[in-house]
Structures are given as C-alpha cells and as structure tokens.
C-alpha cells in the first residue's frame, strides 16, 4: 500500500514522561505505516527545554505561525519538586502558557463521544465544547500577604505622569490581596477565535462572566465580544442558522446541566480552566478530550487535555505494565493531519484522520479498552489491554477498514 503523501509539514512537539511513550507508540504503529509523515520536531522535553534555557518552546510556537498547524505530546509545568528532580537552571513556565502566548489563542475542548461510556449528566446527548480564554486574570495575578492594618490602592500613572487610584480596601487586620489585569487586544482576538470556530463547526456559541459583580472587569468582555459580534459575525451566524449571546455564568451553569449538549461554551480564562476538567470529568475521563489551540489569523495547535502520566511513567520505568489510555493524544494527531490536509486540499489525508479517529472509537465500542475505561463503561465482558497492546488493536481495526 503506497503512503499518503504530505505536501507540508506539521510541527511536532514532543514532550514528557508517559506521553512521550504513548507518542513513539502512536507514530510507530499508527501514522508512520501509512503515511509519508512530514514534521519539523522540537523536543519539549524538560531536560531539553532546561538544555536550551526554553528557548525550543519559543522556536515552536514561531514554527507554528509559519506552518499554521502544530501537535503537542504533554509536557511538564515544573514546580520545586521538579526543579530538583531534573536538576533544572530554574522553575521553567508552563510550554503552554508561553506557546498560547505567542499564538495568541484561545484553546477549545471537547469531549470524544463513545457507546458506553456515558455522560453522568443523562440528558447530554451531543459534545459541549470549552472555549478557554488563554490569556491573564488569575494566571497573570500579582499577590501580596498584608502584615497587618493598612490601605491598599490600585494605581494607573499614565505614560504623561498622570495618575487614577482606586481603594481596594482598608485593612483592619492581616489578609491577602491580589491584582489582575487583561488586555483588550487580547480579548478581541479570543471573541474572534469563537465566533469563527463556531461557524467552522456549525455549533451555537454561548459566553458567560459575572458583569452584574464585575462591572468594568467582566463587563469589558461582555462589551467586547456583542460589539465585535454585532459588526462582523451577525449576518454570517444567521446565514450559518447559528446564534451567539451572552449570559451570567450562573444561568448558564444551569442551563448546561439541563440542556442536550452540541454547543461552544466560552469562558474567561479560569472559568474555562475549571468547567472543562468538569465536562471532562462528567463525559467520562481527561484522556477522552480534545483540545485545539486557534488563533485569529487561523494557526492550530493540537494536543491531548490531560497531563504526562507520571505515576504510569515510573511504573514503565520499574518494568510494570501499564494500561494508559491514549486516545485524547491520538486526537491531537488526526486533528493537525486533517487540519493539514483541509488547508494543503489533500482530502485523502483529511480522510485518513477521519478513519483513525474511527477505528479508535470503534475498537473501543467492541470491547477492547485501556482500565481507566474498563472502570466506567456500560459494555459488558470487555477486554482489557495494556497501552501497547491498545494501540495495536487500533491499528488492526484501521488495517481492516
């Protein structure tokens, strides 16, 4: 069988501890027999990411803007345990939040939907997709412990020298302060990235913030997105039988858990953080989600939605076997290949990821599974098998279609 040839590369980011297993396993048996597979590979791996002082993570993401399509394997956020683990210069960032930085991009999760394993919310019927702001609010927040009784004051000084100040509060005791910031660019290109990602998948697009509370703060990106939607996306989502609005995300908690499901739920940032490990969670597992990074201008990132696996990864490392579920990683891939093949117009590499995408959802519908899955699904005498042995059984389903 010739191979299905590329005419650009993806950009490959490989990454950290269990995952990067799963990615040698996903390559070896499922991409690399049938396609002639073109990637510019940087290792995000944290001892090359220490090696190179992170400056690969940044390489990646320019790459990224020059292809217009990336993949990402799981990689390691460090924190001081990790520092001494790997030896590390220094507590390196988060590959993500440097990479969704650069991209500025607004990641969209959703769930992989399979007979037999049930959403715990009976009435969902179709994916809810996350759209997660991925820029400022708490993740960008400076933070003071106050020592005792004082004023603290929010102050601007303009470029002229020119000042506004605003209390925060007048400290009777000791407590704890924290100031956030966002940007308006930013939040025009996250309001752009839904409202073309909705019209990309045809799915009605909601947005949610506390503007009743927050009257400057979350108002602005409630202005923001109906000002930008009322200009340019209005006639196009009524010609796409789409709709946009805007509700308090305390409605539109309810109105999730009672509805059917099949829409974009946009979120500030750690709104989107929290829900989407929710949905994640009540639609099944973390290894059954995609995740897509889209900036404005049309740049895509692919990766899986959980973390490394580190407590499977010792346990590989001691000779003990392992059943890791590698589905969401598996995603991340056929999403970059038919991204590639939609903007290459190489349909036979966009049906490809159809098909892999298929054979994975289908050999786990007849039965063969990783534990994790084993433990929470309706199908009775399953089969289950250790992450390589999942992995061929995949490439069997596919080979036999």
């Not at 346990?315 to 991204?339: C, D, M, Q, Y």
């Not at 966009?350 to 959802?361: P, Q, V, W």
Request: aromatic share 10%; charged share 25%.
């Amino acid at each position: 069988m010739s191979k299905i040839e590329m005419k650009t590369p993806l950009v490959e980011m490989d990454g950290d501890e269990m995952t990067r297993i799963l990615w040698k396993y996903i390559k070896d048996e499922l991409l690399l027999p049938f396609i002639d597979l073109k990637t510019e590979y940087y290792d995000l791996g944290l001892e090359h990411r220490n090696e190179t002082d992170d400056k690969v993570t940044f390489d990646s993401a320019y790459a990224t803007q020059k292809y217009g399509v990336a993949v990402k394997c799981a990689t390691i956020t460090p924190n001081a345990a990790r520092v001494e683990e790997y030896n590390l210069k220094e507590m390196w960032k988060s590959p993500n939040g440097t990479i969704r930085a650069i991209l500025d991009g607004t990641v969209f999760r959703a769930p992989i939907i399979v007979k037999g394993i049930e959403p715990c919310v009976k009435n969902w019927k179709a994916p809810i997709t996350i759209a997660r702001h991925a820029y400022g609010d708490v993740y960008k927040a400076s933070e003071m412990k106050i020592p005792g009784p004082g004023k603290v004051e929010l102050v601007y000084t303009a470029e002229d020298g020119s000042t506004e100040s605003v209390l925060v509060h007048e400290f009777k005791s000791a407590g704890i302060v924290q100031g956030m910031h966002n940007l308006e660019p930013s939040i025009e290109s996250f309001a752009r990235s839904c409202f073309n990602y909705a019209l990309d998948t045809k799915q009605t697009l909601w947005f949610a913030t506390k503007d009743t509370i927050s009257k400057k703060y979350d108002h602005t990106f409630k202005d923001i997105f109906q000002d930008i939607y009322d200009a340019e996306y209005k006639e196009k989502f009524e010609a796409a039988g789409i709709e946009y609005f805007y509700t308090l995300i305390d409605d539109a908690v309810a109105r999730v858990m009672k509805s059917k499901g099949g829409f974009i739920w946009a979120c500030k940032n750690y709104d989107g953080d929290v829900m989407s490990d929710m949905l994640s969670s009540a639609f099944g597992s973390l290894a059954m989600m995609t995740s897509v990074l889209v900036s404005p201008s049309g740049v895509y990132e692919y990766e899986a939605a959980h973390g490394t696996v580190q407590r499977h990864y010792y346990k590989h490392l001691a000779g003990e076997e392992t059943s890791t579920n590698p589905v969401a990683t598996i995603f991340a891939w056929t999403g970059a290949l038919r991204k590639r093949g939609e903007l290459d117009e190489t349909p036979e590499l966009s049906a490809f990821a159809d098909k892999l995408e298929k054979a994975t959802i289908d050999t786990i519908e007849g039965g063969q599974m990783t534990k994790d899955l084993a433990l929470i699904t309706e199908l009775k005498d399953v089969t289950v098998l250790n992450t390589e042995n999942f992995i061929k059984a995949i490439r069997a389903t596919l080979e036999a279609m």
